[in-house]
């Protein structure tokens, strides 16, 4: 008999390892286990998603006629790890081979191709996971030779690959990309959609008790936890946004307002990462609608452009370039992270809203994860290792192969522009075009070295300033140092002066 392993953040019945084994003599393994659950200070909600995930999982699993060993999560058990409990199912059921689908994160992965065999004496097969619509080979392939590496050119080849958005071989409306028309502010109209509520069991709140106890020092409460857990859940979550936000999602894409968490954003990450929906599928949803009629092109080819071009991207450039991804810092950072990134507790208004999304829901959209919370880390020049390690934790959708290369990457400039050609650096300028913010905060954006001026236009002239070497030879930045250079010497010194005051003083923002 084979034994096969599935992840918590494999919870698809179409995964790779199912596809080979037999319902009738083959045993499932799924383990609650320590080391996963506190390799970081998961979000309570990331728990609770997943730990009631899997248990529904493997309950319709079993329904199907498989045969699961499930193992619950105990705080005193000696099983610490999934090697434990997959060791002690082997020495039960004797095995002759153990397979899996290959994980998500380079730390499991590692740990499993250099140790797992050996340890448990059997073979260890390890099969592609075909959840992505590139495979890793594909992305070396198409990466080999490339002077550089981005992402506009690898998303038109993926359309040209599915299909999807194409007239044979043109971009349907004949044009690969609606970015400019996705930038709209948001003046209170269409109203904001209500989110769908899901429905939870005794079972799953059985977990909710669980993590209570047990995870009561990870950041945030499970009062507002409102993420499917069910497949079921998961396609009426999509559903939802196709029909209500999904109209919306081009325009106001990267709109920020006071006290609304989620705009008309999908809130599909979590359900894509942990296997309950297919990217395929919730782009081919996206393309249907539009096709019906029933979004504009901009609002489907932007959806479609995160899910087909970003998440594969952003993965591709992670398992091309890890290990020695992780340890990049590009632009020398080792400043700590700000304490106000934990507490929430600043009287930066943009940076307070982007925390209470973080903490409520687990949850921010991208705008407020790069221009808001990223942006800041980046202008501060905060240690990429730090703030990625908070991404990792606060986030329910977060997993290294996603959060590594958007933080170190996208927001914090540490690969040398891998990822992007020039920083996502902006001025309180940028916070004001695209949102409410900063009318209900006490710093002023119109101003930049005052006392109350917002601690983004300093931190943003002070950045450009002492990473002058850096980006000097960059094209895309010679307006930004011209402007610079146009500035009045007392008017630079100001700047500079008021900068060091808020570097220094960071935690009192
Ligand atoms: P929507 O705005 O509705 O977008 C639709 C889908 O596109 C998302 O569900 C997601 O699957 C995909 N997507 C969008 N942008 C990206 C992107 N840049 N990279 C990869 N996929 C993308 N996303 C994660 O899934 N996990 C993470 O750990 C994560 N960490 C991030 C850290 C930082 C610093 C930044 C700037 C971005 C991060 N993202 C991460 C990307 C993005 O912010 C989230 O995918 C998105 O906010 C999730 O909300 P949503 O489902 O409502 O997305
Ligand atoms: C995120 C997570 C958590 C919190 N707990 C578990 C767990 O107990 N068991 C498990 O199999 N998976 C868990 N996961 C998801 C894993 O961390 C994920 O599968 C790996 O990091 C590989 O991507
Ligand atoms: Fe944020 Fe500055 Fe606007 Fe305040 S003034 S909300 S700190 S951008």
Known sequence: MKLALVLGDQLSTDISCLGELNKNKDLIVMAEVNDEARYVKHHQHKIALIFCAMRRFANALQADGWQVHYHYFSADTPYRSLLDVVAAVAEDHHPEELVMTECGEYRLHHNIVSNWQRTLNIPVTILSDDRFFCSKQ?????????????????????????????????????????????????????????????????????????????????????????????????????????????PCFGDFQDAMTQSESFMFHSLLSTSLNCGLLAPREVCEAAQSAYQDNKVPLN??????????????????????????????????????????????????????????????????????????TGNFALLAGVAPTDICDWYLAVYADAYDWVELPNTLGMVMHADDGLLGSKPYAASGNYINKMSDYCKQCRYSVKTSTEQDSCPFNSLYWHFMSRHRDHFDRNPRMTMVYRSYDNMAADKKQALMQRATYLLKNLDSL
Request: charged share 25%; hydrophobic share 35%.
């Open 299 to 372: 609002a489907a080819e932007g959806f479609i452009r995160q899910v087909l071009g970003w998440r594969e991207y952003v993965r591709g450039i992670y398992w091309l370039m890890m290990p020695g991804y992780a340890s990049n810092n590009g632009l020398g950072n080792s400043r700590g992270l700000p304490a106000f990134y934990w507490s929430g507790e600043t009287d930066m208004n943009c940076m307070r809203e982007a925390f209470n999304n973080t903490f409520e829901h687990a949850y921010a959209h991208h705008i407020q994860r790069l221009m808001v």
């Open 138 to 246: 594909r992305f070396s392939d198409w990466a080999r030779g490339r002077k550089q590496l981005r992402m506009e050119y690898f998303y038109r080849e993926m359309r040209r690959d599915t299909g999807l958005l194409m007239n044979g071989k043109q971009p349907e409306g004949d044009s690969w990309n609606f970015d400019s028309s996705n930038r709209r502010r948001y003046r209170g109209s269409p109203a904001l959609p209500t989110l769908p509520k899901f429905e939870y069991s005794d079972n799953d709140r059985a977990v909710f008790d669980l993590v209570e106890k047990h995870f009561h020092d990870h950041p945030g409460t499970l009062t507002k936890f409102n993420w499917p857990v069910t497949r079921t859940q998961a396609l009426r979550a999509l559903d939802d946004f196709v029909r209500h936000r999904l």
